[in-house]
């Protein structure tokens, strides 16, 4: 059974930094992508960003491009989103999520696995 649990949340003023992580079990973790989404009140879950089972490829939103990025560290099977420049703009639930083996996507519906989320706020 697999599970992805996420850690890390909490309050930062606009500009500070915050780093999150997410603890996956009861998957083979170095054959899966793993990717990070954000959720603000009544949207649709967007996408933030994506790293592939070995590291080597990486892509972003827009939104976050520059400020955002998203190491994983294979020997502790998590993947973390370290979050600098925030803005009140990123304010949400962040959720880490896994597709299938060896798919390198960006789509929400194309992940298969979900964390319970954890909620940033970037307030002053």
């Known amino acids: 059974q697999v599970h992805l649990v996420e850690s890390g949340g909490g309050l930062v003023q606009p500009g500070g930094s915050l780093r999150l992580s997410c603890a996956a079990s009861?998957?083979?973790?170095?054959?899966?992508?793993m990717g990070w989404f954000r959720q603000f009140p009544g949207k649709e879950r967007e996408f933030v960003a994506v790293i592939s089972w070995s590291g080597g490829a990486t892509y972003y939103a827009d939104s976050v491009r520059g400020r955002f990025t998203i190491p994983r560290d294979n020997a502790k099977n998590t993947v973390y989103l370290q979050m600098n420049s925030l803005k009140p703009e990123d304010t949400a639930v962040y959720y880490c999520a896994a597709p299938s083996e060896y798919k390198f996507v960006v789509a929400a519906s194309e992940f298969d696995y979900w964390g319970q989320g954890t909620q940033v706020t970037v307030s002053s």
């Open positions: 009861g998957l083979t973790f170095d054959s899966y992508a």
